[in-house]
């Protein structure tokens, strides 16, 4: 099945600090979603790449897609505590097979 | 139409018991999936309904897990014989027509202790 790798797995950092996670594949994908799992909640979708180098803002997010469609970040300006929790990456194989990084838990430290 | 709902929220039972958990999609949707996540872990896909299709079974992590969904819309997963590896979060899924570039809405999930 797909693998995908979301790295790193856990982030701590000031608030203030920016924040980058990473997922890679070793396949390319036809899309990937980024979803974010406050602590004790449900995942919630952020958004969604689907085109080579394509870039979304989202006020101090900016997602990336890799030109290979191989790779994607999620990057915070400037964290807030409000940032806190864990975000994942969810990618898309040639079907409807769907699977998820294992996620990048982040603390922001006020 | 409401969100993704799952009953019980909470669900505390002996090793050996069988439990069975419950998911209301979005009205309209006809993919539905679960998941388990265990304490600090990621999503772990179990199952996949397209609609009328046969499911998608190749996540169940063993022949002691079981889905149903009936009539497309409400889905039941099934756990015989609850062992303590099963103590997880077990999350409900739907979108729309269950295409990969579809938004998936996440239910509240289930969190399940097994003594």
């Known amino acids: 099945g797909q693998q995908v790798m979301q790295i790193p797995q856990y982030q701590h950092v000031q608030e203030g600090e920016d924040f980058t996670t990473y997922c890679n594949s070793s396949?390319?994908?036809?899309?990937i979603q980024w979803y974010k799992q406050r602590p004790g909640g449900h995942p919630v979708f952020l958004i969604q790449?689907?085109?080579?180098?394509e870039v979304k803002k989202q006020k101090r997010l900016t997602f990336q897609f890799g030109e290979a469609k191989k790779n994607s970040s999620l990057h915070i300006t400037a964290t807030q505590t409000t940032d806190v929790g864990t975000y994942f990456c969810?990618?898309?194989?040639?079907?409807?097979?769907?699977?998820f990084g294992k996620g990048t838990l982040l603390t922001v430290n006020p | 139409g409401a969100g993704v709902s799952q009953s019980p929220s909470n669900k505390v039972t002996e090793k050996g018991k069988d439990v069975e958990l419950r998911c209301d999609p979005i009205?309209?949707?006809?993919?539905l999936y679960w998941y388990r996540q265990s304490l600090g872990q990621g999503l772990e896909f179990l199952i996949y309904?397209?609609?009328?299709?046969?499911?998608?079974k190749s996540g169940l992590p063993s022949d002691r897990f079981s889905a149903e969904r009936t009539g497309g819309s409400v889905s039941t997963l099934t756990i015989q014989r609850t062992q303590q590896e099963d103590s997880a979060v077990y999350l409900c899924?739907?979108?729309?027509?269950?295409?990969?570039?579809?938004?998936?809405?996440f239910g509240p999930g289930t969190r399940l202790l097994v003594l």
């Open positions: 790449l689907v085109k080579s180098g």
């Open positions: 969810l990618v898309g194989g040639s079907n409807y097979k769907l699977t």
């Open positions: 899924a739907s979108s729309l027509v269950g295409a990969v570039q579809e938004t998936q809405y």
């Open positions: 009205s309209g949707h006809t993919a």
């Open positions: 396949t390319t994908l036809s899309n």
């Open positions: 309904f397209q609609g009328n299709s046969a499911p998608d």
